[in-house]
């Protein structure tokens, strides 16, 4: 490796002060911390340092998020043939659905990072701050909740908006009250709803006739006609609920690219459970949120979305996506341990409830996780009053 | 009554080079120094010049709040240097040793009768003050305060830690008479916190109420302890001692001799024979780690790896640490380090696999293994501060100077050193102890 620093050694007086490109300091330091961990040594302070750094903790975060990339990649190829009545059977064709998946999705992945990183940098270079790594996570999760066929333009629109309105306006990463990821995903929803819901983004059908029967509708929409009822892609009828949630468990359904399979999802959150980088208290408080909504509208009982089995409405749309990669945001979740419970349950039982009342949304559950990302401060305002009051008391049975 | 407190937050770090239970007799160094700047919150205000020939235990500069709080000489010599630095403020005091060693004679006093005044008094003239602190704010007591009581740690949770049972060997008889006066200074409890599996002679003191700390790192700091035991409050305050400092208190009380000899433990991967030396306090550091520590690029420090103080073989040790630490530098960038596996690192988080090998020791070097960034994570610091306490919030409200959040939330509970596993195992490399540092001053000057 040591060609590689002999290059960065070389080209560095160029960045330094006098240099030719001395206001680019901080995208060159970028690159070069980003081939090695700096040799800069502790002073004042602790004298040696645990060796995780934030490079390494967002790069676990998009590990994590590879199991429902590479698995949604196969079923939008997966749901275009179903669609088209080709290669039907789930083992058929693997290859070409995911090359097809591949063609789709990676243009998307690519316009995300390319607009993202391309505004960090900017805004470091013009505010001479060091760039964090923070993009490298919201880059990724952008394109895994867009449906496979939102135009390119509309991610960039989107993702710059998240970058720029979502987190640099509030001071950059660590700063930002919303999560960025989620930021995009909303302002496309509300800005150009047509292409964001309905029947026509969730399946490509290009270069073919659709199959009689083929609505492009999700399971979420299903559920607003019937909580027992669902077809597939292919117009075949699903044979029972539990057939319903198993394909749903599993992801060969339609929906936005990385949001389908819970089984892809849960191996992500091993990732971050193990890892401890995400948070157990927020996912497990999120499901619980999610899980007991749903009983109450069992119980209510009023149409068929309220009727719908607990473990479908939590393994349909972006729950588990929602729960395991957007509300155990850091940034934007409850930070203190008593107000993540709070946080996550409340983020989950809105999630259902928003889904269920207002299903002229395509997902209750990225606004359920906005909404309590607003109110995370608050949660965490009162977590500390009370640590406050507690400590107050003391000071007067003392007294 | 005594009691057996539980700490469950926390962690320790295993180091390679703990100091095995062996002493050597360090040569008397040829320089000597002290060093104003180790005692927080005093301003030193000479009382001798450069020239003058002192005896161990001559008074050389007084506190300019208290001029009876006297700063002594460990040595007996000349007074060869007064180091300054930026706005004249003095760092060092060099003392050059004579060969013959005369000490100040100290009129002995009584242990069992004397009263609070008079063991003031003695503290003071004898230079041995420095060595109690208080809290709130962790900087050297004020005399004319009453402390609500008074709190010893026992054990030395740190990454390589002294054994103090070792370390005060021979001395046992000097603990208990310095616990003897020390307790005249408060109306309140002496407590003495020694680690849950110990029944060594520190279990047997008298005059102190016992405790028991069982858990792991930061469960030794004093800081810990005293939240378990008899919280801060507004405008209370309690005073805290080192067990060597008690014994070398304890020391001059029986013998009415000055003498600053203590016994350190040399530890870190870089030392040969990791050990405990017979040393003085404000020794050169050469005349310590000559000959004990490994060819190469290290870093020594005064005190322990997560609080100490960095030195250079010129400097010299404090009066009040009990350890030089001696580790490698860590200078060598590493290609991709933050995405290989690394199985030679050390993580408190499950992202490397370190935590698999719970028993492994490690060689950490002071590479800062990443840079700068803003707070990202939560939690973190949470789950390695056990106190009542939102190190994070407390922390932002220091950083945004707000003095009465940062008294709601608990300043006066806190000390740098609680807050160092924070700051090792931060994500985001945040220099978290001299931030409380820095409140902790403000503090001082606002809510005084």
Redesign the interface.
Known sequence: ?KF??NIFDGIRPNFEEGGKFARYYKAFEAME?F???????????????????????M??VVIATVPALLFGMWNTGHQHFLALGEMSGLGDGLMDKFLFGAIKVLPIVIVSYVVGLGIEFGIAVAKNH?I???YLVSGMLIPLIMPVEVPLWMVAVATAFAVVIGKEVF?????NILNPALTARAFLFFAYPTKMSGNMVWVNTEGGQVVDGFSGETLLAQSIVSDTNYIDQAGQAYGSVSDTIFAAFMGWIPGSIGETSTLAILIGAAILL????G?WRIMLSFLLGGLSMSLLFNLWDHNAFMRVDPILQICMGGFMFGMVFMATD??S?A???MG?WIYGFLAGFLGIMIRVFNPAYPEGVMMGILFMNVMAPLI?HYV?EA??N???K??TV?? | MSKTVKIRKGAN?N?VGIAECKTVQADLPKTFAIKPTEFHGIVPKMMLKEGAEVKVGTPIFHDKKNEHIKYVSPTAGVITEIVRGAKRKILEIRIQTASNQESEIIAKVDVNSIDRAKALEFLMNAGLWCFIKKRPYDIVADPMETPKAIFISGFDSA?LGVSYDYLLEGQEQNVQTGIDLVAKLTKGKVHFNINAGDSSFLSKLKNVEINRFDGPHPAGNVGIQIHHLD?I????VVWVINPQSVAIIGRLVNTGVSDFSKKIALVGSEVKEPCYINTWAGAAVSSIINGHVKDGDN?I?DGN????T?VSSENYIGYTSTSV?V?P???????????AP?FH????????F?WLMPGKKYS????????????????QY?DLLPM???P??LIKSIITNDIEKME???IYEVAPEDF?LC???????T????IIRKGLDTAIEELG
């Open positions: 490796m590689i620093k911390t081939a090695f961990v700096p040799g800069h040594v502790t002073h004042g302070g602790t004298h040696i340092k645990d060796a995780i750094d934030l490079k390494r903790t790069f676990l060091s964090n790594e923070g001071g950059g990463t660590g700063m193990i890892t401890g980088i948070s850091p940034v979740a930070q203190t341990n993540k965490d500390i640590n406050i507690r400590r107050l003391r000071a003392t007294a | 770090i180091l990454p919280p409050n507004k405008g209370e870093r420090i790896v997560l609080s100490g960095q630490s580790i530098e860590g200078r060598e960038p590493q290609f991709m380090g933050w995405i690394n690192k050390f993580s408190l988080s499950h992202s490397y370190s950490l070097n002071t590479n800062a293994n990443g840079e700068d960034r803003a707070f990202v994570m939560s939690g949470e009542d306490v939102y994070v919030h709601t939330l608990g160092a700051e090792f195992a931060c994500t985001s490399k220099q978290v102890q001299e």
